[in-house]
Structures are given as structure tokens and as C-alpha cells.
């Protein structure tokens, strides 16, 4: 178990361009959440999927922002047009979700995005 | 839905002193309850968890928090502050048992310092 692993740690990009970032999580969780967190706030939930699946996207989502997991395991999410509002730390969380009560998100390190 | 308010954003001990960190949440339905710790350009790290059984919830680091469903409360609290306490705590909300959605709500985070 080595943990939930992103990729890249940090970005810095120009206003316009599109960016990925890229989520390993633990093997065998069937979970994966990405939330987003701006200095001085905590994280702010973005979307999250279970297996393949896309279950639930917040609001705050644009239609800049997307997101996948095609087999269930690695995710990435893609933002398009980058504004100087998506600055941000960007992290990735997984879970298992299971008989047991009380499902455990476990963050990776994030990815801290800058837009000039 | 569901909020978490976390008074105050910075707290400082003396190092052997108290830690109370104060978390106050809103749910709909009967939550589950978390606190997290982020140090300097790192994810979140699991500290403890309250899961609807023991409402009083012992965790890593000495660390230790009492639900309290008169108060919406979920303070956290370690006897003795060390250096290494120095962090970021988030407290953060999901739906429990009854409820389908497992997305994490978290509050503004606090800043601990402690003083040698």
C-alpha cells in the first residue's frame, strides 16, 4: 500500500491553457474524490466516482472542468481555458466503501496549480 | 446539507499545554465526523473519526474528540501540545448512516503554533 499518489505536484501554466492532472489511488479502493482547496479555506468537494462511475459533481464544477476514472482505477482531471481563479491546491482522495461503517477518504499530496 | 464551523482561525499553546480546538457542525441527517491534519505542502492526514458508536473518539497522536449531539459539537483535544502538533486542522462532515452521500464538508481549517 503505498498510499495515493499525484501527479504532477505542482503546475504552473498560462491563462487559456488547458492542464490534467493525474490520481493513482490505493489499489482496490473503489472510490476516488477530488476536491479543491484555495489558501486560507479547506477543501471544497468537486465531483467523485465509484468504480467507472461519475456519481455525483458539484455545482462549483464548471464545464471547464472534467473529470475520469476509465477503468476504475486512475483518475484525471482536465480543466480547459485555465483562469487565474482555478489557482488552487487540487487534491485526490480514495476510499473503500464496504459492509463496515465509517468510509475512510485517504488525500494524497495534491497538485498546486498557479495560472498566471 | 451540511456545514462545519471551526472558531477562530489560529490557536497558540506552550508547548506541554492543552490543545482545544473547537468544531461545531450542521447536518440533516445523523453525521459522521472527522478531523484532519495538513502540514506545510502536504495532503490531509487522518486523525480520528466519530462513526456513530463511542462518541468519545481517540485517534493518533494523543489526540482526542467528544461528540456532543446537544451541542452539534466535535472538539478536538490532546492533554500535552508538542512541537510537532504545529498544523493545519480541519474538521469535516459527512452524511452517517442514514444517509447516501458520503462527500466530505469540511470547515476554514485552524492554524495551531506552539511556543517553545
Known amino acids: 500500500d503505498t498510499g495515493v499518489s499525484q501527479d504532477p505536484r505542482h503546475k504552473i501554466t498560462k491563462r487559456g491553457q488547458n492542464v490534467t492532472f493525474r490520481c493513482d489511488p490505493i489499489?482496490?479502493?473503489?472510490?476516488l474524490y477530488w476536491y479543491r482547496q484555495t489558501l486560507g479555506q479547506g477543501p471544497e468537494f468537486l465531483t467523485y466516482?465509484?468504480?467507472?462511475?461519475?456519481?455525483?459533481k458539484s455545482r462549483l464544477l464548471s464545464d471547464r472542468f472534467s473529470a475520469e476514472r476509465p477503468k476504475g482505477s486512475f483518475s484525471t482531471l482536465e480543466i480547459q481555458r485555465t483562469e487565474q481563479g482555478d489557482s488552487a491546491m487540487y487534491l485526490c482522495?480514495?476510499?473503500?466503501?464496504?459492509?463496515?461503517?465509517?468510509?475512510?477518504?485517504?488525500f494524497g499530496p495534491g497538485t498546486r496549480l498557479l495560472v498566471l | 446539507a451540511q456545514s462545519v464551523t471551526q472558531l477562530g482561525s489560529h490557536v497558540s499553546v506552550s508547548e506541554g499545554a492543552l490543545v482545544l480546538l473547537r468544531c461545531n457542525y450542521s447536518?440533516?441527517?445523523?453525521?459522521?465526523l472527522f478531523w484532519y491534519v495538513q502540514y506545510p505542502n502536504q495532503g490531509l492526514q487522518l486523525l480520528l473519526k466519530?462513526?456513530?458508536?463511542?462518541?468519545l473518539v481517540k485517534g493518533i497522536n494523543g489526540f482526542e474528540a467528544e461528540f456532543k449531539k446537544s451541542e452539534t459539537s466535535f472538539h478536538l483535544t490532546k492533554p500535552s501540545a508538542h512541537m510537532s502538533d504545529a498544523a493545519e486542522y480541519f474538521c469535516?462532515?459527512?452524511?452517517?448512516?442514514?444517509?447516501?452521500?458520503?462527500?466530505?464538508?469540511f470547515g476554514k481549517g485552524i492554524t495551531l503554533s506552539v511556543r517553545p
Open positions: 489499489s482496490e479502493h473503489n472510490r
Open positions: 466519530y462513526t456513530s458508536a463511542a462518541t
Open positions: 447536518s440533516s441527517v445523523p453525521p459522521y
Open positions: 482522495a480514495s476510499s473503500l466503501v464496504g459492509p463496515t461503517l465509517g468510509e475512510t477518504q485517504y
Open positions: 469535516a462532515v459527512s452524511e452517517g448512516p442514514t444517509g447516501a452521500n458520503s462527500k466530505l464538508t
Open positions: 466516482f465509484q468504480n467507472e462511475a461519475q456519481l455525483e
